[in-house]
């Protein structure tokens, strides 16, 4: 097998150690915060900063409100982003990350209702205060020290990018609405036909 065959069962196997109960959990606390008129926000830093912003752009082109909330510039004023009933989705892959956990608190004692940790971890402190911890699991980044985020990144984005999926789904979005979304590049020129 090559290595690229490993990672990519190795991607697989963690995304499909999620329990489909806890993740039922997550999708309803989003369709009801979404129903209510409130907004998705994802937030990450290093290597996960990108994947909740990938998320997060997915999420508005379906019409799913949603942010990208830099963890770090969470503590710097972006933290006004978040409403009282809006659902925080922290990645981390640890959940020790001391500017996740801290930001974790702050959300906690501001009382937002609906705080989530995406760990691969199950016992961290991030869950620990979340109380809410999708968590996944999973045997090796694939580089030769098992330190880099490629294969832990590479399960968040499919999970998070499914959950976009499924929520557009339940919010019912037309393709005539994912058209008006979309004016310009490849899909653009696809649906203008």
């Known amino acids: 097998m090559y290595p690229f065959e490993e990672n990519l069962k190795r991607i697989c196997d963690s995304v ?13 606390d989003c369709n009801n915060a979404l129903k209510n008129g409130n907004k998705i926000v994802l937030s990450g830093l290093g290597k996960n900063g990108p994947v909740c912003r990938k998320v997060s752009a997915s999420m508005l082109s379906l019409n799913i409100n949603s942010a990208f909330l830099h963890t770090e510039e969470a503590f710097h004023g972006d933290i006004g982003m978040v409403g009282r009933d809006d659902v925080v989705i922290i990645l981390s892959k640890s959940g020790t990350t001391p500017q996740a956990v801290q930001l974790a608190k702050l959300l906690k004692e501001r009382g ?13 402190p991030l869950a620990t205060i979340t109380g809410n911890n999708l968590e996944l699991s999973l045997e090796h980044e694939g580089d030769s020290w098992n ?6 990144t590479a399960a968040m984005l499919i999970v998070l990018q499914g959950l976009a999926i499924e ?3 339940l919010s019912g979005i037309t393709l005539e609405e994912f058209k008006g979304n979309h004016l310009g590049g490849g899909v653009g020129i696809i649906l203008s036909k």
Do not use: G, R
């Not at 499909?16 to 997550?26: I, N």
């Not at 937002?112 to 961290?124: E, P, Q, R, S």
């Not at 330190?147 to 832990?152: E, K, R, V, W």
């Open 16 to 28: 499909m150690s999620m329990d489909p109960a806890v993740y039922e959990k997550l999708l309803q």
């Open 112 to 124: 937002i209702h609906y705080l989530w940790a995406l760990t691969f971890n199950h016992d961290n």
């Open 147 to 152: 330190l880099i985020s490629i294969n832990s």
């Open 167 to 169: 929520l557009s789904q």
